[in-house]
């Protein structure tokens, strides 16, 4: 079966600053990998994903994320963050069985001005 | 085209009874999937239908189950509710439910078990 982590619980950056949420994975097959972002009381937006191809991948809002196999990662990077960016933030791992997701705990992100 | 659709957006419940939730899929999505959002435990899968059948669902007692409709519409229905059920419970489609399709969520219905 599969399982994500994601070691940062809570994350604060200054606005403008870069940023990297962290996303380890465990599945013994190429996964399927995702970024989605979660804003209070509202339901997820996928931001990107990956599953095969070019191991670095551009998603929506600036945000992109690469796959390292040997390291079993798939870390969310963006290069300057803005106040809009302040949500949470899940990775998310499938399987080849359907839609059966597995989510990180999620890391939520605070913009200071 | 229209979201994903969740209905109600809040519930209050009190313990022992049961609760159904209702999920409207983005025309044409055929897959829909739910899942369970608490503090605790984060975002766990609860189960998958597509056209009509359960294709997946995660560790969940009987007391969680769903059905899907012709027109691609589902409900989750929880009986017996305890304390621990609630949570913030999300519904997701997409169009043919491969395992590296985007899932599109709703936002969500909030369930408060008294």
């Known amino acids: 079966a599969q399982s994500v982590t994601q070691p940062d619980i809570h994350i604060t950056v200054s606005e403008g600053a870069s940023l990297e949420l962290r996303c380890n994975y465990s599945?013994?097959?190429?996964?399927?990998l995702f970024w989605y972002v979660q804003s209070p009381g509202q339901g997820l937006q996928l931001l990107l994903k990956y599953f095969s191809g070019d191991t670095l991948v551009q998603g929506i809002k600036g945000f992109e994320a690469e796959f390292k196999r040997s390291q079993s990662s798939f870390n969310l990077r963006k290069p300057s963050v803005h106040w809009s960016d302040a949500a949470e933030y899940f990775c998310?791992?499938?399987?080849?069985?359907?839609?059966?997701?597995?989510f990180g705990p999620g890391t939520r992100l605070s913009v200071l001005p | 085209k229209a979201g994903v659709t969740q209905t109600p957006r809040y519930l209050i419940k009190t313990r022992g009874q049961q609760v159904t939730l209702s999920c409207s899929p983005i025309?044409?999505?055929?897959?829909v999937s739910w899942y369970q959002q608490t503090p605790g435990q984060g975002l766990q899968f609860l189960f998958e239908y597509f056209s009509e059948t359960q294709r997946n669902k995660g560790n969940f007692p009987g007391r969680f189950s769903g059905r899907q409709f012709s027109n691609s519409r589902s409900e989750m229905n929880v009986s017996t509710l305890e304390l621990g059920d609630s949570a913030l419970y999300l519904c997701a489609s997409s169009s043919s439910g491969n395992p590296n399709e985007k899932l599109f969520f709703g936002s969500g219905t909030q369930l408060s078990v008294l």
């Open positions: 025309s044409g999505h055929r897959s």
């Open positions: 599945y013994g097959a190429t996964p399927y």
């Open positions: 998310a791992v499938g399987a080849d069985n359907g839609q059966n997701f597995v």
